[in-house]
């Protein structure tokens, strides 16, 4: 771990700073400890495990989900997400040196596109990647072994300093609009993903996908209105053309994976012809701090 992010961490029992006891040593570290002598050992895949207390009450993605969501995204399907999203942060960081802060990274993907893509820039980039489940953490970890990689609940106050970071990605995740002003520095972005009205619709229903509900980007930026103002808005169209089991994964990687079953979900694809053409539409909003402008 890089020492930057290190001094940017806060210990989610005592909020002091949370730092690596392994005097430089390792890399990855094994251990965080704050000078009240809370301390976390990393797992051996590599990211630290956050949660205190009673945990969360937030339901976490299965591995089931995660190793849909990995098949699906390594078939390439999003990328052109992924490089919109790299190409609308990248742009963001100071010329010198970056923190980035992924609220919800999943399995990592996005941010290994954004890392790479930010590596040809003069900008040195340090990372923070934050999810509430362990099994896609396991998968972050191991893909982004330079990130230090925390499972933490972004409904509860982030285990990240204030002022601290420059920019903060939010990518189909959970949204914290008090925590995410607070951790950013004056003049800092927020790059929020969402899905548009119309996602997926030639496959959610015969899925049971979750549909997008009419006025959901009216809200979101109501939600975000008392700390952040719109600076810019993208909408993406990407048009797949899908095989059978690619449709199942894709349903069950996202937040329908929750309650749906995989051998109904097989019975309702059964009359799928070989390929399914879908149109995949998002938008890619950057959010500046409200009165704190760059």
């Known amino acids: 771990m890089p020492s930057s992010p290190a001094l940017a961490l806060r210990c989610p029992v005592c909020r002091s700073p949370l730092g690596t ?23 051996k895949q590599g990211y630290f495990n956050l949660l205190v207390g009673k945990g969360t ?8 989900m995660v190793a849909a969501r990995v098949r699906f995204l390594e078939s390439g399907h999003y990328r052109p997400l992924a490089d919109a999203v790299a190409a ?3 742009p963001l960081f100071p010329a010198e040196a970056a923190t980035l802060l992924d609220s919800g990274t999943g399995t990592g993907h996005y941010l290994r596109v954004l890392l790479d893509t930010a590596g040809a820039a003069p900008a040195r980039v340090t990372a923070i990647g934050l999810d509430i489940s362990k099994f896609a953490m396991r998968r972050a970890a191991r893909l982004n072994p330079e990130v230090t990689n925390l499972v933490c609940d972004v409904w509860q106050p982030l285990p990240v300093g204030d002022d601290s970071v420059d920019v ?10 008090s925590e995410f002003a607070r951790v950013l520095r004056p003049g800092g972005r927020l790059v929020v993903v969402t899905p548009r ?3 997926l619709a030639a496959i959610a229903e015969q899925t049971g996908m979750l549909g997008i ?7 979101l930026i109501d939600a975000m209105s008392a ?24 349903a ?13 979900l097989a019975a309702r694809l059964a009359g799928l012809t070989s390929s399914s053409a879908v149109e995949a539409r998002f938008r890619i909003t950057v959010f500046c701090l409200a009165g704190r402008p760059r």
């Open 21 to 43: 006891a392994d005097a430089g040593r390792a890399v990855p570290p094994k251990v965080l400890v704050c000078a009240s002598g809370h301390s976390f050992d990393a797992a």
């Open 57 to 64: 009450s937030f339901e976490a993605d299965t591995a089931e």
């Open 88 to 90: 609308a942060v990248v």
């Open 168 to 177: 903060v990605t939010v990518i189909f995740a959970p949204r914290n609009p």
């Open 197 to 199: 009205a119309g996602h």
């Open 213 to 219: 509900e009419a006025g959901k980007d009216d809200r």
């Open 227 to 250: 700390q952040f103002r719109v600076e810019t808005v993208r909408d993406l169209d990407v048009p797949l053309t899908l095989a059978p089991r690619e449709v199942a994964d894709l």
């Open 252 to 264: 069950y990687m996202g937040p329908a994976g929750h309650h749906l079953d995989r051998d109904e």
